[in-house]
């Protein structure tokens, strides 16, 4: 007489999409790339802020189209890569089996920012145009929208992105706890900088959840687990 018991079988498997540390690399370097050139590493004059003298940003804009659009396309190509990030990383959460409502806020708050910055520099490809750029005063309102896009039109979504997979990932333990609390505060400052369209001395908020956000973003990258392990009940002779 012959008995059977039951084993369990334990199998890993690998989540099905890109390298999330890949995105992120590609994202930090293309959006640092673009920065080089309009800025004081490109040489004179660079990228005024829209607080400063009207006549400064109308003679930035008629006078550096080529630095402005290689900004552009490279900064483009890093929100697409952001983009991408945002898809796989919900995606990679729920692969790991965490069902949470912070999943679906990191998706939103990645799209979100993925949106905004697009059309912030969309604005900015359509003032350095010849006809737009015979018009001082289509160049500023264009300017000041291109920022509201990209500057708190990126931080405040962006700390929903950051906030939603920090909490999510955090919480079940599938990211270190210093890239949890390094999320969370940056999150945080996204989340303040809103009160930037009201007080603009609360500009440094919005730096403060981009450049540390490239360390977070890579540090996620890298050490969310790929494969998770499946266990499967079999029977034995």
């Not at 890093?78 to 069902?99: E, H």
């Not at 997979?165 to 333990?173: C, I, M, P, R, T």
């Not at 210093?178 to 609360?202: N, R, Y």
Request: aromatic share 14%; proline share 8%.
């Amino acid at each position: 007489m012959t008995s059977t018991s039951p084993t369990v079988a334990v199998r890993n498997l690998k989540h099905p999409g890109p390298p999330l540390w890949l995105l992120a690399l590609l994202y930090t370097v293309l959006f640092l790339a673009g920065l080089f050139p309009v800025t004081m590493y490109g040489g004179l004059p660079y990228w005024p802020g829209p607080w400063q003298p009207p006549a400064d940003i109308i003679y930035f804009f008629q006078t550096q189209t080529t630095r402005v659009l290689v900004c552009v396309l490279l900064q483009t190509g890093a929100v697409i890569c952001l983009g991408l990030f945002t898809a796989v990383v919900v995606s990679r959460l729920q692969f790991l089996g965490v069902r949470a409502a912070g999943v679906y806020i990191a998706l939103l708050g990645g799209f979100l920012t993925v949106f905004d910055s697009l059309g912030a520099g969309m604005a900015t490809w359509t003032l350095v145009r010849p006809v737009i750029a015979q018009t001082p005063s289509s160049i500023l309102a264009l300017n000041y929208f291109s920022y509201a896009l990209g500057g708190p039109g990126f931080s405040i979504p962006m700390g929903l992105l950051m906030a939603g997979v920090s909490v999510s990932a955090g919480l079940n333990k599938l990211i270190p706890k210093w890239v949890m609390i390094l999320g969370l505060f940056l999150a945080a400052c996204g989340e303040l900088s809103v009160f930037h369209l009201v007080f603009p001395q609360l500009l440094f908020l919005i730096p403060l959840t981009r450049f540390p956000g490239f360390i977070w973003i890579v540090a996620v990258g890298f050490t969310l687990p790929t494969f998770r392990q499946e266990q499967k009940a079999a029977l034995a002779a």
